[in-house]
């Protein structure tokens, strides 16, 4: 199966930014749509940004939650297996701990339930 390993979270001001990277490794990997996630304490895990399959296909190649569109943007780079969440203009309210996400189909889904493999997450703290 596919191990997802995150990083970039950290502690930053409102206003600034973060890049969050996960690396992806497994042989069927780069056939899989992957995105991002995020939690804060006493809520529901809530899609961010979802990026298809590095591979020809129909469908939207990204997808951005309204709160988040103009602010966060999702890359990816098939040749390393990696896709990237790039924050700008942070704020307190995206204070969550986020997690890499991917599904074995080539299109983004915004529902976590349909996602089966999970990096181990990585804390964003936003100060005010």
């Known amino acids: 199966q596919v191990q997802l390993v995150e990083s970039g979270g950290g502690l930053v001001q409102a206003g600034g930014s973060l890049r969050l990277s996960c690396a992806a490794s497994?042989?069927?990997?780069?056939?899989?749509?992957m995105g991002w996630f995020r939690q804060a304490p006493g809520k529901e895990r809530e899609f961010v940004a979802g990026?298809?399959?590095?591979?020809?296909?129909?469908?939207?190649?990204?997808m951005y939650a309204d709160y988040v569109k103009g602010r966060f943007t999702i890359s990816r780079d098939n040749a390393k297996n990696t896709i990237y969440l790039q924050m700008n203009s942070l704020k307190p309210e995206d204070t969550a701990v986020y997690y890499c996400?991917?599904?074995?189909?080539?299109?983004?889904?915004?529902?976590?339930?349909?996602?089966?493999?999970w990096g181990q997450g990585t804390q964003v703290t936003v100060s005010s």
């Open positions: 497994g042989r069927t990997s780069s056939t899989y749509a």
């Open positions: 990026i298809k399959a590095g591979i020809n296909g129909s469908g939207r190649s990204t």
């Open positions: 996400a991917a599904r074995n189909d080539i299109t983004i889904a915004p529902l976590w339930r349909l996602y089966g493999y």
